[in-house]
């Protein structure tokens, strides 16, 4: 008789999963093109946003070094810039390192797809063998996503504009916020380290470029106390 604890197959997913992986890779899709547009229509050659979204593939770094980019900055400032604000996939990548699985081929494959959604979908499973599934199956599907839609805005060049003026950048956040909500309300150590680290992020985005607001909410992990620690709902 099989394990219980095998890895599931995609095929068996719960289709609440599915469905959240399909809403967050419509919104990557959306924010995909609208990268690739505004690269292209700012006077980057159409392989430049193309190949950075398939090796560098980090949504806020790539605007941001594109933006040094467009606005005169040479590559190594551009790379910096990039580099600063996905240094927050360094904890991200603790924090799922044991459910990518084991081997250095799956280790390398599953570093690439590190991003805050599929972090946040695996953690909001309840055992290893689901956040598995959950990890693989959202990085694999938002990075086909991704890499489509950014080669679709560049194709497209300058046709298509700037798709956040119409607002639907802001389905991302969204999204994200829908899937942690089941973890803080689960884990009061959680909520005591996630409301201080939210409101540094808000103070600060006024004033710094993006992504660095979520760089500077993982200051709230030093409050984090675990799943067992004192004070827990029951």
């Given amino acids: 008789m099989r394990s219980a604890q095998r ?15 399909a809403l967050v890779c419509l919104a990557g899709g959306i924010v995909g093109v609208s990268f ?3 690269a292209v229509a700012g006077g980057l050659p159409v392989w430049v946003p193309v ?21 005169g900055g040479g590559p190594i400032a551009a790379a910096a810039t990039g ?23 799956a280790r390398l494959a599953g570093a690439h797809l590190v991003t805050d959604e599929t972090v946040a979908f695996a953690l909001a499973q309840q055992d290893p063998a689901r956040r598995r599934a959950a990890f693989w199956l959202s990085g694999i599907a938002l990075f086909a996503v991704w890499n489509a839609g950014v080669a679709v805005g560049a194709l497209a060049g300058s046709a298509l504009g ?22 803080l309300r689960g884990d009061a150590g959680l909520r005591r380290a ?10 600060a985005t006024p004033f ?5 607001p979520v760089l500077l909410a993982l200051a709230g992990l030093a409050l984090y106390g675990g799943p067992h620690a004192k004070g827990r709902t029951a």
Wanted: net charge positive; no cysteine; proline share 8%.
């Fill in 36 to 38: 690739g547009a505004i």
């Fill in 51 to 71: 190949v950075m979204s398939l090796v560098v593939y980090a949504g806020s770094a790539q605007f941001s070094a594109v933006g040094v980019l467009l606005a």
């Fill in 7 to 21: 890895t599931p197959r995609f095929g068996s997913v719960d289709p609440g999963l599915l469905r959240d992986v």
């Fill in 194 to 203: 996630a409301l201080p680290g939210a409101a540094l992020a808000l103070a």
């Fill in 83 to 105: 580099l600063l604000l996905n240094t927050r996939t360094a904890a991200f990548g603790l924090a799922v390192a044991p459910v990518i699985g084991p081997g250095r081929l």
């Fill in 208 to 212: 710094v470029p993006a992504g660095v």
């Fill in 162 to 183: 700037d798709t956040a003026r119409y607002g639907l950048d802001a389905a991302f956040p969204a999204v994200l916020v829908a899937l942690v909500l089941p973890a």
